[in-house]
């Protein structure tokens, strides 16, 4: 698919994903910020080929949204890993790989919290 030049000011979920999966075809346009590589990744078990096998086949499960930085942030679930990550686009350039975390241990998790 061609890509507009400029960020568009609506992205569905479908074309997300479409983008999502042609830059990390290429694993040189997909970045890891310096948590996910130094923190969730290790603590988690959690490789670099189920980071980039979760972008490639994975689902969208919430998003796309704005961030604030203007970029197309979303989450992306694989059902074989049980793995969520949770990323960013850089307007057709490359996808930024924010956290990841095992979805049900994150759910569960969130449930225990007092409020």
């Not at 992205?11 to 910020?33: C, F, I, K, M, P």
């Not at 969520?84 to 930024?96: D, F, G, H, N, S």
């Not at 790989?97 to 569960?108: A, C, F, G, M, Q």
């Amino acid at each position: 698919m061609t890509w507009p030049d400029r960020q568009p000011e609506r992205l569905t979920r479908a074309d997300a994903q479409r983008l999502v999966r042609e830059l990390a075809t290429d694993s040189s346009n997909v970045g890891l910020t310096k948590h996910c590589r130094e923190e969730s990744m290790p603590d988690r078990g959690i490789t670099l080929r189920q980071v980039l096998d979760c972008l490639r086949m994975g689902v969208i499960t919430e998003g796309p949204a704005l961030d604030v930085h203007g970029n197309w942030k979303m989450d992306i679930y694989r059902r074989t890993d049980n793995l969520l990550c949770a990323v960013a686009i850089e307007w057709k350039t490359r996808v930024i790989v924010i956290t990841t975390y095992e979805k049900d241990r994150h759910v569960s998790l969130q449930r225990v919290r007092p409020r």
